[in-house]
Each structure stands twice: as structure tokens, then as C-alpha cells.
């Protein structure tokens, strides 16, 4: 297969994913497929969804009782005031689902708690393993210039990483791993 079959074919994989989050995300609520009203619908038209299940995140802005904003994007706002046994700390991003209520509160059937910096954490640790499984890969396994990719002879240690980056970097060279 060319090169420009394989990239063809990656950008209609990764253009059929994107198009896949579009789709999900435009969906309309439906409760009985488990499609619930999010924050963003709740916040755009609170009395539409009273009486009904939602499923909704937010930054926690009160304590006692828990208090959570909702944002739909575009400048509207709502404050909902949650019947939980969760005690979130101000700040901390709190998930519920549950049944809406007249006066802006909230039934919660279930809800979880994210404290504040918790997403740093897991974005960073994401990222540390997505490295380390990149250079598991890059010592086990080689891409040539058509973006084939085919197992190495002798695996690559630390510095034979370094140095083959560091090779195709500056001469656009291979890492001259040749069987036999």
C-alpha cells in the first residue's frame, strides 16, 4: 500500500470519529434510550425539564446544601440546589442525576463528587503513559518513510532512542536496523 493510500485512509478513519462525536452530541434527550437533559439544556430553559430526570455537572459554588452552577455557553446561567449525601468542598465539580424540582433544586438519585485539581492529575498521568507506551513502541517497533511499520531486530535501549530521534531529526535518516 503507498503512502498516500495509508494517510487517505487514517484522515477518513479519524474524519469518520470526528463525525461520530458530532453525531453523539446532537442528540435530543431521550430517557427512554438514556439520553437525559444535560446542564447546558437545564440552564438554557430551566421549567422546560422540571418533573423530569436530568443528568448534570457542575462546579460546586455552596456547601450547605451543596449548590452547583450550570452554564449552557452562551450566557445563561442556573443555581441548583442539590439533595445529596455527598459533601463537596466549594470549587469541586459535582455530577448528579436525578429528578428536577420546582425552585431550582434537584433530587439526587445518584451523584460523585471530583475534587478541584483532580483533572490536572489525570490529565498528567494520561500523558506520562501515553509517553511510556510511545516509547515502548518505538523501541520495539519501527515506521519507515511509507508509513509501514514493521517489528526491529534488537530492540532499542534509552540512548538508542535518543540517538535514532536525534538521527532522522537532523539527516532524515533511518535507524539502519537491517536484518540479517
Given at each position: 500500500?503507498?503512502?498516500?493510500?495509508?494517510?487517505?485512509?487514517?484522515?477518513?478513519?479519524?474524519?469518520?470519529?470526528?463525525?461520530?462525536?458530532?453525531?453523539?452530541?446532537?442528540?435530543?434527550?431521550?430517557?427512554?434510550?438514556?439520553?437525559?437533559?444535560?446542564?447546558?439544556?437545564?440552564?438554557?430553559?430551566?421549567?422546560?425539564?422540571v418533573g423530569d430526570r436530568v443528568l448534570v455537572s457542575g462546579p460546586v459554588v455552596a456547601t450547605e446544601p451543596p449548590t452547583i452552577r450550570l452554564d449552557n455557553g452562551a450566557g445563561d446561567t442556573v443555581t441548583v440546589?442539590?439533595?445529596?449525601?455527598?459533601?463537596?468542598?466549594?470549587?469541586?465539580?459535582?455530577?448528579?442525576?436525578?429528578?428536577l424540582r420546582p425552585d431550582s433544586h434537584l433530587d439526587a438519585r445518584r451523584a460523585f463528587v471530583v475534587p478541584d485539581g483532580r483533572l490536572q492529575y489525570t490529565y498528567t498521568t494520561s500523558a506520562l503513559a501515553g509517553l511510556w507506551v510511545l516509547a515502548r513502541f518505538l523501541r520495539w517497533w519501527r515506521v519507515d518513510a511509507s508509513l509501514a511499520v514493521s517489528p526491529r531486530v534488537r530492540p532499542l535501549g534509552v540512548r538508542g532512542l535518543l540517538c535514532a530521534a536525534k538521527r532522522r531529526l537532523v539527516s532524515g535518516d533511518d535507524d539502519h536496523n537491517v536484518e540479517g
Open positions: 500500500m503507498r503512502r498516500s493510500h495509508r494517510v487517505v485512509a487514517v484522515l477518513l478513519l479519524v474524519g469518520c470519529l470526528c463525525g461520530a462525536f458530532v453525531a453523539y452530541s446532537s442528540l435530543d434527550p431521550r430517557p427512554d434510550r438514556n439520553i437525559y437533559p444535560d446542564g447546558p439544556a437545564v440552564a438554557a430553559d430551566y421549567r422546560a425539564y440546589t442539590v439533595a445529596t449525601d455527598r459533601r463537596p468542598a466549594v470549587g469541586d465539580g459535582l455530577t448528579v442525576f436525578g429528578r
